[in-house]
């Protein structure tokens, strides 16, 4: 047991000062740190009234000598820091040896402790920092230290608290941090009596990803791994598909810390350019490891601000390391993962070898009803051959065949049996979720087709439309800024109300605070847009309704988007309307790179032919025109 002393008053004046105890989450964060320092593997918080009133954490490290528990709550005392020189190479996450003299000084604080193979534990109750005797006490080994009634005596303190939801919501942060940096051990939040997260420790940072920041999250992330120099990176990014409306999902950590840092989100964002979609944010959870004479964290106690000795050294090992890997995922998509093995950290390279390029899934011919995958959904690519759909077909008058495609969806052929035609033609294709979670079934805006003086010469890189009219002239389409133009202009008529459907189970979404904030704020609008949300508390939206013209899978990124606008819209509340719209036309529009069928393009022609529709909502053509003289000019006849 390390012993704990007090600190050579030069070495204490070397640590730059600062206020550690500002509200319940400073208290978790120095509680939080001093159990993992001893060397926990669980560690339980629980709190009342956002931590105010109550506030307990309870660690089986290495426990505390009944002789030594007045000496942990001296100024300066402490077991991890003896000389200045120790200063610069800090292992431990605390090292002031000042945080349970601050925070018992301001609240009533009990302090339970048994150290590893002790007879006994010993409790100390202190009141405004003042102690009692130390008393005998049956306790677990490890350590509960329990902080009641913060700041009871300093009313002036007191007044600077915000709402209890926001207090615990800060507590909430700094446990997601701390988990998120130690997937060895395991945490557990209480709040109000409910289980709120919970990490298993298993050692695994995927799991605690999952855990601590939600499914949808951890299934949208790709393994990065490498190093530059002596700088080792390690982590997890978001595919460039699923980015963020904000930064709120980029959490780094250096040497187990988890710093605030430009410089990373800089690299960051770098290694994604010309990737994401405008407005859109990469999300991380990325470990940074460096000697620790490279980096300084003694910048301020309380805040999380790093200086790095090289910059560059850092920002290049980072830069390089995402930016292979995204590299890495623009070869073709493997095949989705085996549920199993999701928990496994591995690299691109790794994960590449175990999976196969997957065959294309044949272009439908009839109209399709698009829904989501569930992603984890284990999927093994089959592509129909004809036989097979004779195979189906032979047995009756109309069939379903359910084929599992490359992305992990279920696509439903209702095939027409063989003696109607020649040969047995796919007539619709339907896209199912292997599991059915919605309960109304979602209608893609379909499209009419009519007879039209133009000729639908194709579609090429599934995404533009060529056509041919009848003055000559050859038309380049883009299907999916024409559709969404469509959308919008419907949504804004008012001619197709949003259709919600109700979900089976419903969705939460965790969002940062600002934007859960919003949607509570605006919860009539969003229903109004096929939303309908219930706040689930600590920044989760629970919910229970889509728009039926969207995908599952595209409903938390869509709901994160409107919070976005909403937000833009305090300011500018001209213009907020159309923004919505126009995130929602996006949303349910055909998308560029998705197989469409012949129908709905040569619809999406028609409207453009007719000349209803030019541009996109963001002023983007919709299509471009090309005369035959141009074209005869450009191979030198004109
Ligand atoms: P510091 O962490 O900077 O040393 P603190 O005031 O936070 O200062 O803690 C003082 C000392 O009390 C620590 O150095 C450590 O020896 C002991 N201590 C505090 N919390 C625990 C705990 N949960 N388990 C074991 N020892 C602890
Ligand atoms: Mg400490």
């Not at 940074?288 to 850092?314: C, E, G, M, R």
């Not at 899934?361 to 097979?388: E, H």
């Not at 979720?433 to 639908?456: D, G, Y």
Request: hydrophobic share 40%.
């Amino acid at each position: 047991m390390p012993h704990i002393q007090c600190l050579p008053t030069h070495v204490a004046d070397l640590i730059a000062a600062g206020e550690v105890v500002e509200r319940p989450a400073s208290v978790a964060k120095e509680l939080l740190e001093n159990a993992i320092d001893a060397g926990a593997t669980a560690v339980v918080v629980e709190l009342e009234r956002g931590g105010l009133t109550y506030l307990r954490i309870t660690d089986n490290g290495c426990g505390i000598a009944p002789e030594q528990l007045p000496t942990a709550f001296l100024r300066h005392a402490t077991s991890k820091l003896r000389t200045a020189e120790d200063l610069a190479a800090i292992g431990t996450l605390g090292f002031r040896g000042e945080a349970l003299a601050a925070i018992s000084a301001v609240s009533r604080v009990d302090i339970f402790s048994r150290q590893k193979g002790a007879q006994a534990g010993a409790m100390l109750h202190l009141e405004g920092g003042v102690p009692d005797e130390v008393t005998e006490a049956g306790c677990p080994e490890g350590t509960t230290i329990c902080v009641r009634d913060l700041f009871y005596n300093t009313p002036a303190r007191m007044k600077f608290m915000k709402k209890d939801s926001a207090e615990g919501a800060a507590v909430g942060g700094i446990v997601q941090h701390l988990a998120l940096s130690h997937p060895d051990i395991s945490f557990k939040m209480i709040r109000d009596g409910a289980e709120v997260l919970h990490t298993p420790g298993d050692g695994k940072l995927l799991s605690a990803v999952y855990a601590a920041m939600g499914r949808d999250f951890a299934m949208s992330l790709l393994p990065v791994r490498g190093c530059g120099g002596e700088v080792e990176v390690q982590g997890f990014v978001t595919k460039p598909l699923n980015g963020h409306g904000t930064r709120g999902r980029q959490v780094f950590f250096v040497n187990g810390r988890f710093v605030k840092s430009q410089l990373l989100q800089a690299a960051l964002e770098e290694a994604y350019r010309n990737r994401l979609l405008k407005g859109k944010f990469p999300g991380c959870v990325v470990h940074i490891t460096l000697p620790a004479d490279q980096v300084d964290v003694n910048v301020h106690p309380a805040k999380t601000v790093v200086k790095f000795v090289s910059d560059k050294a850092v920002f290049d090992a980072f830069y390089y390391t995402v930016r292979d890997a995204l590299d890495g995922e623009n070869k073709p998509e493997p095949v989705a993962p085996k549920q199993e093995s999701f928990y496994q950290s591995m690299t691109v390279q790794q994960y590449k070898e175990k999976t196969a390029p997957a065959p294309e899934v044949k272009k439908p011919l009839g109209s399709y009803v698009s829904r989501p995958a569930v992603p984890a959904s284990p999927a093994i690519p089959v592509k129909p051959t004809a036989a097979a759909v004779h195979d189906v077909a032979e047995k009756g008058k109309t069939f379903t065949a359910a084929v599992p495609s490359r992305d992990g969806r279920e696509v439903i052929y209702h095939i027409t049996p063989p003696q109607v035609q020649e040969k047995p033609a796919v007539q619709t294709v339907m896209e199912l979720p292997v599991e059915p979670v919605v309960a109304v079934e979602p209608v893609q805006q379909k499209l009419e087709e009519k007879e039209a003086p133009w000729r639908m010469v194709g579609e090429v890189l599934r995404t533009y439309i060529i056509c041919e009219d009848e003055g000559g002239n050859m038309w380049l389409i883009d299907k999916h800024a024409a559709h969404e133009r469509i959308r919008f202009d419907a949504l804004k008529a008012d001619a197709h109300p949003v259709m919600a459907q109700t979900l089976l189970a419903p969705l939460t979404v965790t969002l940062a605070a600002e934007e859960s904030a919003v949607v509570l704020e605006n919860l009539e609008i969003l229903r109004r847009l096929g939303f309908a949300c219930e706040d689930f508390g600590d920044g989760t939206i629970l919910v229970r309704e889509i728009p039926a013209d969207i995908r599952t899978g595209d409903a938390a990124s869509t709901l994160e988007e409107l919070a976005q606008k909403l937000i833009v819209g305090r300011i500018d509340p001209e213009g907020v309307r159309d923004e919505l719209y126009h995130t929602m036309a996006c949303k349910s529009a055909i998308k560029a790179g998705m197989v469409s069928d012949e129908k709905e393009l040569a619809a999406l022609v028609e409207k453009v032919q007719s000349g209803e529709i030019q541009y996109c909502p963001h002023g983007r053509p919709v299509a471009v025109k090309l005369t035959k003289y141009e074209i005869e000019k450009m191979f030198k006849r004109a």
